[in-house]
Every structure is written in C-alpha cells, then in structure tokens.
T-cell receptor, first 111, second 109 residues
C-alpha cells in the first residue's frame, strides 16, 4: 500500500462549483498535512498547512483532516478558472524532515 | 529575493552523457531537496540535505549524486544519463515548509 493515495482525476467542474479533493494515508505517525497547488510547467506552491484534526479555512479554501480515518480533504468554494491546476497533498511525520507527496489531482474549472 | 532558482530550465542529453543540475536558494534555509516528477507518479524524493555538509538518500537515489556546496547551493549530478531519467526535476528548500524552484525539464534520448 502506498503511503499516500490520491485520485489523479482529471476532475472537471463548472465555474462557481464547490470542489472536493481528497487523500488517504496509511501511517498514523504522520502529523503534518499540506496541500500544494501546481500550475502547468511550474513548481508546486504551498496552499494550505495544518497539523491538527479539524478544519482550517483560508479564503475560498478549507483544509480538513480526520486523523482517525487517515483522510485529508481540500474544499474549494466558488471555484474559478484560475483554480485550474494540479493539487498535491503532502504529509510529514513530526520528527522527520521527509515529506511524502500524493500523485496529485488535476482540476479544470470551466468558465 | 529570488527564492529557489534552478538551471538549466531545459536540457536534452544522449544516453551516457553526464550533467549537473544547479539549485540555489536565498532564504537562508537549512534543508534542501531534489525531486523528480513523472506522470502518475507524483513527486519522488531523490536526495535531501538537512544541513550544510550532510546529504541523505531519498526514495529513488540510484543513478544520481548530490553535493551540498554551501548553505545556498545543492547540485544534482547524473554521471551516465539513461532514458529512464527523462523527467522534470525540482529543487526545494525548507524552513517550516518547502518552497520549490521552477523545475528543469530533462530529456535523455
């Protein structure tokens, strides 16, 4: 079993839709959870970061972590064409430097 | 403040050729990383350096070597390139979280 699993998509939604992106992980030692956004032909950029169960909101973006289910989600409200990108979840153990990335979900928001 | 820079942006090599990918960061971060990104595989860690003078293998180190030249610079060397090393290579540096460079697109024919 891979340490982080993520549906690769592609996911296509109309502008204004609510988008839900999800990852599951296998090791309960992971404590830090991140979402990165990667535009085509660019490097990933950090979007959201959390280290606790529950929700964290930043504008139109909400990151949700359920440690009991080993499940993390990213919700995008009022999606815009500029949100079209690949979204990668990433996880890290508390005491180690290594970050493990999911394979990414490709999202297209259609005007 | 340029963040993380990588050179070159693009490179085409013949099988067996060698090259070095350069990475530099101006954020005074201790940790630096090299990843490769392939379709459907996500980002895979090749090597990382937790601090100046130290390097460690990641998930896919075979065929690569690295040098942490100083705190700013972390280079990745392919001694004898193979077609399986065709990929996009990203360098990253980290304080609390990782900041990525723009990538190097490498094709080995």
């Amino acid at each position: 079993q891979k340490e982080v699993e993520q549906d690769p998509g592609p996911l296509s939604v109309p502008e204004g839709a609510i988008v839900s992106l999800n990852c599951t992980y296998s090791n309960s030692a992971f404590q830090y959870f991140m979402w990165y956004r990667q535009y085509s032909r660019k490097g990933p950029e950090l979007l959201m970061y959390t280290y606790s169960s529950g929700n964290k909101e930043d504008g139109r973006f909400t990151a949700q972590v359920d440690k009991s289910s080993k499940y993390i989600s990213l919700f995008i409200r009022d999606s815009q064409p500029s949100d079209s990108a690949t979204y990668l979840c990433a996880i890290r153990e508390t005491s180690y430097d290594k970050v493990i990335f999911g394979p990414g979900t490709s999202l297209s928001v259609i005007p | 403040n340029a963040g993380v820079t990588q050179t070159p942006k693009f490179q085409v090599l013949k099988t067996g050729q060698s090259m070095t990918l350069q990475c530099a960061q101006d954020m005074n971060h201790n940790s630096m990383y090299w990843y490769r990104q392939d379709p459907g595989m996500g980002l895979r860690l090749i090597y990382y350096s937790a601090s100046e003078g130290t390097t460690d293998k990641g998930e896919v180190p075979n065929g690569y070597n690295v040098s942490r030249l100083n705190k700013r610079e972390f280079s990745l060397r392919l001694e004898s390139a193979a077609p399986s090393q065709t990929s996009v290579y990203f360098c990253a540096s980290k304080d609390y979280e990782q900041y990525f460079g723009p990538g190097t697109r490498l094709t080995v024919t």
